[in-house]
């Protein structure tokens, strides 16, 4: 079974910062295309970010400027860098890890913007 746990999220102030990581199996960090989804309460669950090949990276374009993921293969953790967090930017982050045959989860951290 493997396992995809995020840590990091929590309450800020618009305008704020926050690091969430995710434990990735180390056999897995580095060979899977990595990202990080969020779901906001009502909505579909959206694309964030990923990191894929060496360290090629995709952004959607309501995060462009603000956010950075990363990853660490020897720890076996990604990261996303989130800065001038907005009150849209509220919702569960997912961490997420796919090949062509197999697609894994994390449980989820609640990011929360508001003041």
């Known amino acids: 079974q493997v396992q995809l746990v995020e840590s990091g999220g929590g309450l800020v102030l618009p305008g704020g910062s926050l690091r969430l990581s995710c434990a990735v199996p180390?056999?897995?960090?580095?060979?899977?295309?990595m990202s990080w989804y969020r779901q906001a309460p009502g909505k579909q669950r959206e694309l964030v970010a990923s990191?894929?090949?060496?360290?090629?990276?995709y952004y959607a374009d309501s995060v462009k400027g603000r956010f950075t993921i990363s990853r660490d293969n020897d720890e076996g953790i990604l990261f996303l860098q989130m800065n001038t967090l907005k009150p849209e930017d509220t919702g569960v982050y997912y961490c997420?890890?796919?090949?062509?045959?197999?697609?894994?989860w994390g449980q989820g951290t609640q990011v929360t913007v508001s003041s």
């Open positions: 180390r056999d897995i960090i580095g060979h899977y295309y």
């Open positions: 990191i894929f090949n060496v360290d090629r990276t």
């Open positions: 997420n890890a796919k090949n062509g045959l197999w697609d894994y």
